[in-house]
Antibody, heavy 115, light 107 residues
Framework: QVQLRESGPGLVKPSETLSLTCTVS????????WSWIRQPPGKGLEWIGY???????NYNPSLQSRVTISVDKSKNQFSLKLNSVTAADMAVYYC?????????WGQGTTVTVSS | EIVLTQSPATLSVSPGERATLSCRAS??????LAWYQQKPGQAPRLLFY???TRATGIPARFSGSGSGTEFTLTISSLQSEDFAVYYC?????????FGQGTKVEIK
């Protein structure tokens, strides 16, 4: 059974770069596509983007200028970088398998933006 | 982007009663709509995809219907474990979007 686990700093300073990694276990990353989704405190869900195992990406236009999603097949991982963060980027960040629909979710990791 | 509007925002229901949740899309999403359940502190769980196809392990008391712009999630007889927030999500046009959620609470 495929499991996903997010990792990365829980605290990021304003204007810096948020970096998270999702490790895929129990299955290969070399199939399907893989998503990042976030949920601000007490609010709904927002798609950040997704990546195919071959490296093709699609980003939410609202975040496109600040987002990079990459994949490392050798480590069975995919990663998220979000530049120039502000308080509006504080959220629980989820990695997920697929998107149409999402059938496997990570447990989520909380990212706080503060100096 | 496609806006999904869920109603009501909060639904107060007694255990054993029926709950009907609505999701309306700002433009047609065909049948490319999913429903998720989220409990506090947990990731969402997939309930339905393709508007009405039940995901693995989802009890039969849950049903999904609709197409185009109007969708419904029905829970025929609420159990204690069903009290949660429910989200609809469209995957017809990028960026995929979620509704703002309906909280089903105990009456």
């Amino acid at each position: 059974q495929v499991q996903l686990r997010e990792s990365g700093p829980g605290l990021v300073k304003p204007s810096e770069t948020l970096s998270l990694t999702c490790t895929v276990s129990g299955g290969s990353i070399s199939s399907f596509f893989w998503s990042w989704i976030r949920q601000p405190p007490g609010k709904g869900l927002e798609w950040i983007g997704y990546i195919y195992y071959n490296g093709n990406t699609n980003y939410n236009p609202s975040l496109q200028s600040r987002v990079t999603i990459s994949v490392d097949k050798s480590k069975n991982q995919f990663s998220l970088k979000l530049n120039s963060v502000t308080a509006a980027d504080m959220a629980v960040y989820y990695c997920a398998r697929r998107g149409a629909p999402v059938d496997v979710w990570g447990q989520g990791t909380t990212v706080t933006v503060s100096s | 982007e496609i806006v999904l509007t869920q109603s009501p925002a909060t639904l107060s229901v007694s255990p054993g009663e029926r709950a009907t949740l609505s999701c309306r899309a700002s433009q047609s999403v065909s049948s490319n709509l999913a429903w998720y359940q989220q409990k506090p502190g947990q990731a969402p769980r997939l309930l339905f995809y393709g508007a009405s196809t039940r995901a693995t392990g989802i009890p039969a008391r849950f049903s999904g219907s609709g197409s185009g712009t109007e969708f419904t999630l029905t829970i025929s007889s609420l159990q204690s474990e069903d009290f949660a927030v429910y989200y609809c999500q469209q995957n017809n046009i990028w960026p995929w979007t979620f509704g703002q959620g309906t909280k089903v609470e105990i009456k």
